[in-house]
């Protein structure tokens, strides 16, 4: 049996669910650290100083909106992002793809970061009956309300009382 979005899955939503144009809330949201952000960062190699480097950010950076602040990785913020909205949109699914990615705002440590996403287009699935296609518009919003990023993904979901097949 299906159920409603307005409340929170132990399962999660499957393809029945979900109504174009429906606008999802996720709950909670994430306070972001600086180990995270120079964890993430050196752990996928990347070389940008301005993510752990604050003498080099101080020197180089030192201007609104920067402040001489570290910038927190967008890769890292763009997977939590993702990640707060897994909940509401794709646990009973499997990723596609995504698009129409944007940084709009740096983040900083200190900041919290909570998502929001609008469900912007919906199909069944030509290749397995049981599953149907989502595209959600998921952006990313600080502590301030101020929108950080945005993008899009797809994912195929299952529909309800079905399996993979």
């Not at 949201?29 to 990347?46: A, E, K, V």
């Not at 993702?82 to 009973?92: A, E, H, I, Q, R």
């Not at 995504?98 to 983040?107: E, G, L, S």
Request: charged content about 20%; aromatic content about 10%.
């Amino acid at each position: 049996m299906s159920g409603s979005l307005d409340n929170q899955f132990e399962e999660g939503p499957f393809y029945d669910d979900f109504k174009i144009g429906q606008a999802l809330n996720h709950s909670g949201g994430r306070t972001i650290t600086d180990t995270d952000n120079i964890w993430f960062t050196l752990l996928t190699c990347n070389s940008n100083q301005i993510h752990f480097n604050q003498e080099y950010v101080k020197q180089n950076f030192s201007d609104p909106p920067f402040e001489g602040r570290l910038v927190v990785n967008s890769l890292f913020v763009l997977s939590l992002v993702f990640g707060l909205s897994v909940g509401d949109t794709s646990k009973n699914g499997i990723m596609l793809g995504m698009t129409n990615w944007k940084v709009m705002h740096p983040t900083f440590a200190g900041d919290t970061i909570h998502s929001r996403s609008e469900v912007v287009e919906k199909r069944e699935s030509k290749s397995h009956p049981t599953m149907g296609i989502v595209t959600v518009r998921t952006k990313g919003f600080n502590q301030n309300d101020a929108l950080i990023m945005e993008f899009e993904r797809a994912f195929m979901v299952r529909k309800s009382n079905q399996k993979w097949k």
